[in-house]
């Protein structure tokens, strides 16, 4: 069983930045992607962004593109969201998911970690 660990959360001011990691304690085969979702308070959990671990290809939800990067170290088996000019709608617990590409979406499936907070005042 792949165990995710996740840092980085915490407190900033609106218009900052802050960088989550993700590191895999066990292989990401090629046919996997790396990423994640966010769940605000009183808000279900919520696609963020996707790194496609074969393709080396990502995806953003709509409203962090431009603001928030996702990208990996390979030799890690880490993935880091460097997030940008951060808003008070970004305030959420940040949950890393390692899955099949096929089926990374869904959140009944794949590899999850603890979940860091991200905070972010006015």
């Known amino acids: 069983q792949v165990q995710l660990v996740e840092s980085g959360g915490g407190l900033v001011q609106a218009g900052g930045s802050l960088r989550l990691s993700c590191a895999a304690s066990?292989?990401?085969?090629?046919?996997?992607?790396m990423g994640w979702f966010r769940q605000a308070p009183g808000k279900e959990r919520e696609f963020v962004a996707v790194?496609?671990?074969?393709?080396?290809?990502?995806s953003y939800a709509d409203s962090v593109k431009g603001r928030f990067t996702i990208s990996r170290d390979n030799a890690k088996n880490t993935v880091y969201l460097q997030m940008n000019s951060l808003e008070p709608e970004d305030t959420a617990v940040y949950y890393c998911?390692?899955?099949?590409?096929?089926?990374?979406?869904?959140?009944?499936?794949?590899?999850w970690g603890q979940g860091t907070r991200v905070t972010v005042s006015a």
């Open positions: 790194f496609n671990w074969r393709f080396g290809s990502t």
């Open positions: 998911k390692l899955g099949d590409v096929s089926t990374w979406r869904s959140q009944d499936s794949g590899s």
């Open positions: 066990g292989r990401v085969f090629s046919n996997y992607a």
